[in-house]
């Protein structure tokens, strides 16, 4: 093997050594869930669905629902929760889902929108261990700066992995 081979070789081996292997896992919400904002990855809007890196995760969520969940004009209005900060760890999981408790009437979808708590499962069905906590908010949900909110709750400035839009989001969203 003569200097130039083994020079690539060796290139090739220090280059993959140095090169990062990131696990990232899709975490996904059901339809009256939506992810505000992560620490991970900047949102520009809100969304059902984001990508994240393995390692701690720090994201606000928040229930939002039709009033009747039996309506399909949605003429009774919408009901949504303070912000919930939740702090989870992910690993190498391929899918992480946010579950709620099923709510079958108005009264019980207005109670769990100021009382709510969330699930988290991986792809086998067991649960993720996950810290809670409702973040008070004054003003205006639809004026409000949710990544700044986030940064006010746990510190420190949200440093985008990656930014995500909605339009990005739908390309790789899968029914």
């Keep these: 093997m003569n200097i130039k081979t083994s020079a690539i070789i060796a290139g090739v081996i220090f280059t993959s050594m140095s090169v990062p292997s990131w696990a990232e896992t899709n975490l996904q919400t059901p339809s009256n869930v939506e992810i505000l904002a992560t620490k991970a990855v900047y949102l520009k809007n809100t969304q059902h669905q984001v990508t994240l890196p393995a390692g701690q995760?720090?994201?606000?969520?928040?229930?939002?629902?039709?009033?009747n969940p039996h309506s399909t004009g949605q003429t009774?209005?919408?009901?949504?929760?303070?912000?919930?900060?939740?702090?989870?760890?992910?690993?190498?999981?391929?899918?992480?889902?946010?579950?709620?408790?099923r709510?079958?009437?108005?009264?019980?979808?207005?109670?769990?929108?100021k009382q709510p708590y969330f699930k988290l499962y991986n792809d086998d069905g067991s649960q993720l261990?996950?810290?809670?906590?409702?973040?008070?908010?004054?003003?205006?949900p639809l004026f409000t700066d949710y990544n700044k909110l986030l940064t006010a709750s746990v510190g420190e400035a949200v440093v985008p992995v990656a930014m995500v839009t909605n339009k990005e989001q739908r390309k790789k969203f899968i029914r």
């Excluded at 995760?57 to 009033?67: A, G, K, Y």
């Design 57 to 67: 995760q720090q994201l606000l969520v928040r229930f939002d629902s039709p009033e």
């Design 76 to 101: 009774m209005g919408y009901v949504n929760s303070s912000p919930v900060l939740l702090r989870f760890k992910l690993d190498d999981q391929a899918t992480v889902t946010v579950k709620i408790p």
């Design 103 to 113: 709510l079958d009437t108005p009264q019980e979808i207005n109670r769990f929108a």
């Design 129 to 140: 261990a996950l810290e809670q906590k409702v973040i008070p908010m004054t003003g205006s």
